[in-house]
């Protein structure tokens, strides 16, 4: 999947399997009151993983829907899956996880032929992994070589040289850097247009801007889908004990607005943002979805339309 610069913002959105009702009803009215959105932006992709993956991390899934109608909504409406398998301590022997093999095997081949059983198809649209592990990476590679790769931000990037190192890794299409980068314009202009194209910023990070214990983080939910018996991690925050809120993010001088893909990113040339939410309520991703995507002026019939629908279970 190649991403050309332009000026639009593709989005990259919290919860594939997590919010699929969510999206069941969003996506439709994107497509057809497409005047009450922005039309400098669209859906890249979305991301996310069902409950009980061994090769997940970031976040612990919890995402029910099946898989087959997972593909098939994204298809319609011409949107890459991505499965977040960013576990950061895999090993040789969890390679054969059949799970998430037949996840894999099944968003390589697409929608149409989920759907019909066909054993061979071609699919509009391409798929993708979020990936941590290398090991996982190269396995990816070798068995999957139609699924596109990204590097999770749970590597951590903090650092230019590394974050650079990493873009010019030719196995990965897109590269989301920690979210400590996003404001470094003096070395981020400099990138060539190639690198710049596969950038994917992560806009909407609630932690602590000073926080040391990301990686730590990360690694003790990579613990968990791995099945160890592990305690919560600990944030020692002074925030963490209220959750993620998006007023709090907003005010980080990390936050990517509106305004700044506008004036600032999209001119620059770097056309994709990622917004986290995976392991908040579908009330909050809307919220998202109507500040990042959502004309003001219609923000409010866009959620009533989510809000009304009698099969959508929010919060």
């Known amino acids: 999947m190649k991403n050309q610069h ?9 919860g594939l399997f997590e919010f699929y ?29 069902p409950a009980d993956c061994l090769w997940g991390g970031g976040r612990a899934g919890f995402g029910e829907a099946d898989a087959r109608d997972v593909l098939a909504l994204l298809s319609e409406y011409g949107i ?11 090993k ?81 299409n897109y590269v989301v850097p920690d979210f400590r980068l996003n404001k470094a314009f003096d070395k981020l202009k400099l990138l060539p247009q190639p690198q710049k194209d596969k950038v994917e910023f992560l806009c909407n990070e609630c932690c602590d801007i000073g926080c040391t214990a990301r990686k730590a983080c990360y690694e003790n939910v990579s613990r968990k889908n ?15 004990a209220g959750g993620y809120r998006f007023s709090r993010a907003m005010k980080s001088p990390a936050f990517i607005g509106i305004d700044s893909i506008k004036s600032v990113y999209l001119p620059m040339g770097f056309s994709n943002f990622k917004l986290e939410g995976r392991g908040l309520g579908s009330a909050v991703v809307l919220e998202f979805l109507l500040y990042y995507m959502t004309k003001p002026e219609h923000q409010l019939e866009v959620r009533e339309a989510v809000y009304l629908d009698s099969m959508l279970d929010l919060f």
């Open 6 to 14: 332009n000026l639009t913002a593709h989005y990259h959105l919290p």
């Open 21 to 49: 009702e969510l999206y069941n009803v969003f996506l439709p009215l994107f497509r057809k009151h497409r005047e009450m959105f922005y039309s400098w932006c669209d859906i890249g992709s979305i991301y996310g993983a």
């Open 80 to 90: 890459s899956a991505r499965l977040t398998f960013s576990n950061s301590l895999l």
């Open 92 to 172: 040789e022997e969890h390679l054969s996880d059949r799970k998430c093999n037949n996840l894999c095997a099944l968003f390589e081949k697409g929608a149409s032929c989920a759907q019909t059983g066909a054993s061979s198809c071609a699919s509009t649209v391409q798929n993708g992994v979020i990936v941590h592990s290398d090991l996982l990476a190269d396995y990816l590679a070798e068995k999957y070589p139609n699924l596109y790769l990204v590097s999770s931000t749970t590597k951590v990037l903090t650092n230019l040289e590394d974050f650079q190192a990493e873009l010019n890794r030719n196995c990965f």
């Open 226 to 240: 791995l099945g160890e018996n592990v305690p919560d991690f600990a944030c020692s925050s002074k925030d963490a």
